[in-house]
């Protein structure tokens, strides 16, 4: 049964065009909201892995093609006895064919012998978070007596990815600003219509008794659960192809790409819905204020 104030909202913007064009800036928002969140998580675990470890490469051919032999057991040795004594370094460990065949799988595939290719030996260096060792000093040590080894802390190409994903946030922030400056433009608009459509209903409401604040109240309430439903539409919507994705992510990269959410970022994404339905409220409260003050 309807209610007796349901007779302000008789109109199709407040139906039909309110809830639609919310619900389809919560998809796209939910999306790439998503999207930034598995960015970020991705960077900290590669900063995290990378600050946890180095890597050393000796040479196991030299420059002109001819193998090294016992010269990269030599330089082996070398390098974990000033690797092991350098402050900072937890320990040191050369990666066997076995490790390597792990490594190197995503790229040559998982039947690929490495034991007969060119490859260098790996050194996976494990070092102290909190008091890192100096990267300046072990590369001078490592150059004074080992000439071939290669010290590879990742931290320029990793430095050069958090540009870029920083870039990539922001430019996230910027379309979530477009979206929600279009969700308030889009109430303004729907509660204007609705306004002046109804006005001579208004004016006949006011001069019976009704204060302004249950009209703000009626049209504010009223837009908030069209938004509200319109927005869990697009939430729901949106829920399968992050799904879809990060499943799909996980099983081509593994652990490379971070793209699960945890508890607090599912509630996160919650939070678009509701938030959008708020804005509406908000939105058409101040709305009908205006409109009240100026013309009635």
């Known amino acids: 049964m309807a209610q007796k104030s349901d007779f302000l909202f008789d109109h199709k913007a407040s139906h039909f065009f309110l809830p639609w064009i919310c619900g389809l800036m919560v998809f796209i928002a939910t999306l790439i909201v998503a999207g930034g969140v598995s960015v970020h998580n991705s960077l900290d ?3 995290k892995g990378i ?3 180095l890597t050393i490469q000796i040479p196991t051919y030299n420059a002109d093609g001819s193998p090294r032999n016992d010269a990269v057991y030599h330089d ?3 390098t974990l006895m000033i690797t092991r004594t350098t402050p900072g370094v937890q320990g040191a460990v050369v990666l066997d064919d076995e490790q390597m065949q792990q490594l190197m799988a995503p790229w040559l595939g998982p039947d690929a012998v490495v034991s007969q290719l060119p490859l260098p030996k790996l050194i996976d260096v494990s070092v102290d978070s909190k008091n890192p060792p100096s990267l300046e000093q072990l590369k001078q040590d490592l150059t004074a007596q080992v000439p071939s080894a290669i010290l590879d802390s990742h931290r320029i190409w990793l430095a050069e990815l958090i540009n870029f994903s920083n870039a990539l946030l922001h430019l996230i922030g910027f379309i979530l600003l477009l979206l929600f400056a279009t969700t308030i433009i889009t ?3 729907t509660t204007k219509t609705a306004l002046t459509i109804q006005e001579y209903v208004l004016s006949l409401v006011h001069m019976l008794g009704a204060k302004d ?5 009626k049209y504010a309430w009223h837009h908030f659960k069209s938004a509200l439903g319109g927005s869990l539409i697009g939430f729901i919507l949106a829920l399968p192809i992050i799904l879809g994705i990060t499943l799909f992510l996980r099983a081509v990269s593994g652990q490379i790409f971070q ?5 607090s970022q599912w509630i996160l994404l919650l939070f678009i819905p509701l938030a959008t339905a708020f804005l509406a409220f908000l939105t058409t409260f101040h709305t009908v204020w205006k409109f009240l003050r100026k013309f009635l």
């Open 45 to 47: 675990l590669w900063q």
């Open 51 to 53: 600050a946890e470890s």
């Open 76 to 78: 082996i040795e070398t």
């Open 187 to 189: 109430v303004v608009y």
């Open 213 to 217: 604040w249950f009209i703000m109240h």
């Open 259 to 263: 793209s699960s959410l945890s508890l």
